[in-house]
């Protein structure tokens, strides 16, 4: 095995064929699109962004907000947001969108949950979001970690509301059911894109699989929220963004998040176009129309951009929706 020499003291020297998406390596090179002004971000320098970091280093813990490479992770650290992605730092999908490690994940860190429970308290979060990479490799997809991780937060921080964004648990008989059963406030599962675009985009996955997995949390536990989330830019037609948004109402989704995709490496998909913040707006109109409780979109709304804000609007959009 040949090695890298890494001169950087404290740093082990890392295996030369350790690439990040080992899959993608022989794909060609695609062209990366300049961003337009509404895209640009603060560099991530303040006191609160670290305090997050450190707790978030000296926990060991993984973040989906540095392995996605978030572009908002400045903003949403500085106020203590971060959403912890459990199971590891390394998925078994390979979609093409996504900038997380890519392989075969370790074993579970079966301390993970106690310590999230522990971050939680410590960065005092009224509303947390977790999420998780894919693990096909578990029997159950890893949703009896989901659960452990819940209830420790349950016990450590009762008041704290749980917000979840889980893989799709495909041919993982009962998994979904027992992460239904642990009650999380919001069961977040991503669309991603349009049905058109999934054997490009997200080709581990099945369209009808992840909008019926929306529609088991709603006939199993009426009262969990449900939520997903679509990224455009990818060559959709705004047709098939507004035939989405009616297969989510059908299956009862209550928030919907729209954001644009960005393209992490020139080893991942390409993006299409940017869309503007008023086609965004538009997005937004249209799918309130449909009568989702909630909807988020903006060029940089994120599943869990200001999830905490938005649960509580959603919650209040549901009495308000009841006559309280
Ligand atoms: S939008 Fe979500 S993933 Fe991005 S930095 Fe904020 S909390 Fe992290």
Not at 14 to 34: C, G, I, N, Y
């Amino acid at each position: 095995m040949t090695v890298l020499i890494d001169k950087k003291k404290n740093r082990k020297p890392r295996p030369s064929h350790a690439l990040r998406h080992p899959e993608k390596a022989h794909k060609p090179d695609t062209e990366v699109l300049r961003k337009p002004a509404w895209i640009r971000v603060k560099a991530p320098t303040s006191k609160g962004f670290a305090r997050t970091n450190k707790i978030v280093r000296d926990k060991g813990l993984v973040t989906v907000c540095q392995e996605a490479a978030c572009p908002n992770i400045g903003e949403c650290w500085e106020k203590a947001h971060a959403t912890f992605m459990i199971l590891g730092d390394t998925c078994t999908r390979a979609c093409a969108f996504c900038n997380i490690k890519t392989g075969l994940p370790g074993p579970v860190n079966h301390a993970e949950a106690a310590e999230i429970g522990n971050a939680v308290v410590e960065m005092g979060l009224k509303h947390v979001v977790i999420t998780s990479v894919d693990r096909d490799d578990l029997a159950d997809g890893g949703a009896e970690h989901f659960v452990n991780v819940i209830n420790q937060i349950r016990d450590k921080s009762p008041a704290t509301t749980i917000e979840i964004l889980t893989p799709d648990f495909l041919r993982k008989e009962g998994a979904a059911e027992m992460v239904i059963d642990a009650k999380p406030d919001v069961f977040n599962h991503n669309l991603e894109t349009v049905p058109r675009n999934y054997l490009k985009i997200r080709p581990g996955a099945r369209y009808y699989h992840s909008l019926r997995l929306l529609e088991r949390v709603k006939e199993r536990d009426p009262e969990q929220f449900t939520k997903s989330g679509l990224m455009v830019g990818l060559g959709e037609s705004k047709q098939e963004i507004m035939q989405v948004m009616d297969d989510m109402r059908v299956a009862g989704v209550d928030f919907l998040t729209i954001g644009q995709y960005l393209q992490p490496t020139r080893k991942h998909a390409a993006v299409e176009r940017f869309v503007t913040p008023v086609e965004f707006k538009a997005y937004e109109t249209i799918a309130r129309a449909k009568g989702f409780l909630m909807v988020s979109a903006t060029p940089l709304t994120r599943s869990s951009y200001h999830a905490d804000a938005d649960f509580a609007e959603l919650r209040a959009a549901r009495l308000a929706k009841k006559g309280h």
